[in-house]
């Protein structure tokens, strides 16, 4: 269903949020904006905590932050919530974005859809490799890192993403801070050096996939039998002690 977005609904014009909060609010709209295309125009806390996740008190406490309380006997007005939550997270305007590092990883994100959905769009892509210097990804044509500061004022680009090895990682971080990139997606497994003022959010699917590894192994610990345990050198003297008794008694 086609909104009209009218701006951001009442309360705080940009409240101070707990991280963890911020850190729902994505999942929030992502459900939001599936309820909106099926038709839904309000919203129970109930509902909107079942699509997004989580428990529907951790969601009201949410929401509060953001001067939402819902209507008793109506709950939420899913386009108004959608504007609000929208508006804190600065996704009234398409945000340009700059990816750096076009290999296997890269070409996937230069490629994917979803970012222009959800109020951003790959504005410029670069490579230190001459043999991808000028290659056409998905409408772009990647530039040599060295353009990078020229580009980055042009677009007007803040946030970038890192899809390097890990060895050129902090040195890609440190050219994108110079040319006036204040956050950073970083998919290196690494951990980057950035000066106060800088925000950098990790992906690391390797980490991911350990944490499921270590579930996996819980959850076989806990549904294993116990090992049957041999008796040891004492259990196999009493075991014999006490047969050559039974023996004894029955003569």
């Known amino acids: 269903m086609s909104q009209q977005r009218t701006g ?3 309360g705080p014009d940009f409240p101070d949020l707990p991280e ?3 850190a729902r609010l994505p999942e929030y709209l992502r459900a939001l ?4 295309e099926e038709g839904h125009d309000t919203v129970s806390s109930e509902g909107l905590a ?3 996740g989580v428990n529907s008190a951790k969601l009201r406490k949410d929401l ?3 001067g939402r309380t819902g209507t008793r006997g109506v709950g939420y007005d899913v386009s108004l919530l959608i504007d609000q939550i929208e508006h804190v997270l600065g996704l009234t305007h398409r945000r340009a974005v700059a990816l750096v590092g076009v290999g296997n990883l890269g070409h996937a994100l230069a490629g994917y859809a979803g970012f222009g959905s959800r109020g951003f769009r790959i504005a410029a892509l670069f490579d230190a490799d001459p043999g991808r210097v000028g290659e056409h990804i998905n409408g772009l044509v990647v ?3 060295d353009d990078l500061p020229e580009v980055v004022e042009q677009e007007s680009i803040s946030i970038a993403v890192i899809a390097t090895p890990a060895h050129a990682a902090q040195h890609v971080t440190d050219r994108l801070v110079a040319a006036g990139v204040t956050s950073v997606l970083n998919f290196a497994p690494c951990v980057l050096n950035v000066p106060e003022g800088v925000d950098v959010r990790k992906v690391d699917l390797a980490i991911e996939l350990q944490i499921l590894s270590f579930h996996e192994h819980r959850k076989s610990a806990l549904t294993a039998l116990p090992p049957v345990r041999k008796p040891g050198r004492v259990g196999q003297d009493l075991q014999r002690a006490n047969r050559l008794g039974g023996e004894a008694v029955g003569s």
């Open 8 to 10: 951001p609904a009442d």
């Open 20 to 22: 963890a909060t911020v």
């Open 33 to 36: 904006h599936h309820l909106a």
């Open 50 to 52: 079942a699509a997004a």
């Open 64 to 66: 509060s932050h953001l």
């Open 143 to 145: 530039r040599h890192i």
